[in-house]
């Protein structure tokens, strides 16, 4: 069965930091993307970071640049996403989803893990 689970969330206050864990099992890691998103309820799901685990390529959303680093350890098939300056705005539950290499579209989904962040 393909699986990703995350975790890692929590309450924080602002300006600290948490590291989200996204552990994946059931597909060919090295031939898929792996992302994160966030959600708040009522808003639209935001894709905030992914990653190749083909060739290591990462990109980032213009609301976490500088602030988050997305890493995937490809012997634990785990894919981590280190949040730093977290702040209200943050608070969201996230999500980490995979894609072939070859599809555009991630179909495959975790369960979300909440983040909180205080002021």
């Known amino acids: 069965d393909v699986q990703l689970q995350a975790s890692g969330g929590g309450l924080v206050q602002a300006g600290g930091s948490l590291r989200l864990s996204c552990v994946t099992s059931g597909f060919r890691f090295n031939r898929f993307a792996i992302a994160w998103f966030r959600q708040v309820p009522g808003n639209y799901r935001e894709g905030l970071s992914c990653i190749d685990n083909g060739d290591g390529l990462t990109r980032y959303a213009d609301s976490v640049e500088g602030r988050f680093t997305i890493s995937s350890d490809n012997a634990k098939k785990t894919v981590y996403l280190q949040m730093n300056n977290l702040n209200p705005e943050d608070t969201a539950v996230y999500y980490c989803?995979?894609?072939?290499?070859?599809?555009?579209?991630?179909?495959?989904w975790g369960q979300g893990t909440q983040v909180t962040v205080s002021s």
């Open positions: 989803a995979a894609r072939r290499l070859r599809n555009s579209r991630y179909d495959l």
